[in-house]
């Protein structure tokens, strides 16, 4: 098990809701990335937090933002949900700039109605 | 942007036997390579990855072997379990410089009977 944590492990919220979902990265790692997982799909990628600003951004709009805190903490926030937004929200910690192996948490999944 | 291809979807095999996954990528640039292990309801777990100045790498009963020049890699399982049976994704990055941003590929179900 990776020391990638994240809260809640599940959430059920209507369209058109605003969300929060919170990664806690592996000690000594500064980074973290944020991806979503659609059923029976790959991860897809949606930004990176180095230093506590954003470093890098997948195909998501505006209405997907994220923190990085001091701590390295992250949070992922969904405004206006949409249907299609149901998933799997994955979060990733590395150590930037040492190696690029990034270890998961166990992930958020997200239900909108 | 980068995009990876994964074959097959659904791979079924005997205990004992041999599994392959193959992927392709698109951008030259990409220079790692991680595979992800993720069994129903859990988190993707590293299981091996190789960089672009290796062409072959070996874990137990895990391989992975790189060609730059086809850009394609592959993922080698032998003397399969049935605790191996997961859905695995291949993924490609561009190393040093970037910010590591993994592309994966739409996963492999591999199935194996006892």
């Known amino acids: 098990e990776t020391g990638v944590t994240q809260s809640p492990t599940h959430l059920i919220k209507t369209r058109g809701q605003q969300v929060t979902l919170r990664c806690s990265s592996q000690?000594?790692?500064?980074?973290v990335s944020w991806y979503q997982q659609a059923l029976g799909q790959g991860p897809q990628f949606i930004f990176q937090y180095y230093r506590e600003e954003e470093n890098g951004r997948g195909n998501f709009p505006p209405r997907f933002s994220g923190l990085q805190f001091p701590n390295y903490s992250s949070e992922l926030n969904v405004n206006a949900l949409e249907l299609d937004d149901s998933a799997l929200y994955l979060c990733?910690?590395?150590?930037?700039?040492?190696?690029?192996?990034?270890?998961f948490g166990p992930g958020t999944r997200l239900l909108v109605l | 942007g980068e995009n990876v291809e994964q074959h097959p979807s659904t791979l079924s095999v005997q205990e004992g036997d041999s599994a392959v996954i193959k992927c392709t990528y698109s951008d030259s640039a990409s220079n790692y390579f991680p595979w992800y292990k993720q069994e129903l309801g859990k988190r993707p777990q590293l299981i091996i990855d190789i960089r672009s100045n290796v062409g072959e790498k070996k874990d137990q009963r895990i391989a992975v072997t790189l060609n730059k020049t086809a850009k394609h890699f592959s993922l080698h399982i032998t003397e399969t379990q049935p605790e191996d049976s997961a859905v695995y994704f291949c993924?490609?990055?561009?190393?040093?410089?970037?910010?590591?941003?993994?592309?994966f590929g739409k996963g492999t179900l591999l199935t194996v009977n006892p």
């Open positions: 990733a910690s590395s150590l930037l700039g040492v190696q690029e192996t990034q270890y």
């Open positions: 000690s000594g790692h500064n980074t």
């Open positions: 993924a490609a990055s561009r190393g040093e410089g970037s910010n590591y941003k993994l592309t």
